[in-house]
């Protein structure tokens, strides 16, 4: 079975600057990806970054990182140059990925992001 | 552009109720539909999946008789809540799937209240 552990409920940061979201998961999957979602109050799921877990190098997506230790198992997202519209809701995601197969996503418990002046 | 089209995005209703909620993958052929659930506060968590033409499978929990889910084409899928009660009252949210190594794209959800 896989798991996702996020183990801030709640995080500030201040206007531009950088902070980090912690994820780490558990799974006997061989392939596997990995994923940051970020939901304001409107409820939308917005994808942020996807790594694969045979990716070497992290993933980016512009002011979005994603630094990767599979030994340790951690799925961290970086958010660089932190702006007020960056307040939400934030869900570390994973999901099996066997070829040929579409699996689901299981889902982190969240953390609530609160960008301040 | 949104790739997953999902409607209504708020229902209010009576108890007793049935409500339908559609999701449309726009860009690409969805061979499977995840359709989660988020209680207030809580995490996304699944409710069932389905694949097109065939019938969906349920998660541990979850009353296969009342929440019905037709996935009669590659575009469309629907979640139809029957016999609506408040406790049904969530935030439900649908993920459609093709490839494997694309991102997984969501609906904007749809907000069910029974009153």
């Known amino acids: 079975a896989q798991k996702i552990t996020q183990t801030q409920p709640g995080m500030f940061v201040q206007e531009k600057e950088a902070v980090t979201l912690d994820c780490t998961y558990d799974?006997?999957?061989?392939?596997?990806?990995l994923f940051w979602y970020k939901q304001p109050s409107s409820g939308e799921m917005i994808f942020l970054i996807y790594?694969?877990?045979?990716?070497?190098q992290n993933a980016t997506e512009g002011r979005y990182s994603l630094n990767f230790q599979k030994a340790r198992k951690s799925a961290n997202l970086v958010i660089s140059a932190s702006q007020l519209g960056d307040s939400a809701m934030y869900f570390c995601?994973?999901?099996?990925?066997?070829?040929?197969?579409?699996?689901?996503?299981?889902f982190g418990t969240g953390t609530r992001l609160q960008v301040t002046l | 552009g949104a790739v997953v089209s999902q409607h209504p995005s708020w229902v209010i209703c009576k108890s007793g109720t049935s409500v339908k909620i559609e999701c449309r993958s726009l860009?690409?052929?969805?061979?499977?539909m995840f359709w989660y659930r988020q209680f207030p506060k809580q995490s996304l968590m699944l409710m069932a999946t389905?694949?097109?033409?065939?019938?969906?499978?349920?998660e541990q929990g979850v009353e296969k008789d009342k929440f019905l889910i037709n996935h009669a084409s590659l575009t469309l899928s629907t979640l139809t809540v029957t016999s609506a009660h408040p406790e049904d009252s969530s935030f439900y949210i649908c993920?459609?799937?093709?490839?494997?190594?694309?991102?997984?794209?969501f609906g904007d959800g749809t907000r069910l209240s029974i009153l």
């Open positions: 995601a994973m999901r099996d990925e066997v070829a040929g197969t579409a699996s689901k996503l299981t």
């Open positions: 799974t006997s999957d061989p392939s596997y990806g």
């Open positions: 790594q694969g877990s045979y990716d070497q």
């Open positions: 860009d690409f052929q969805a061979t499977t």
């Open positions: 389905s694949n097109e033409g065939s019938k969906a499978t349920y």
């Open positions: 993920s459609p799937t093709g490839q494997l190594n694309q991102p997984q794209h």
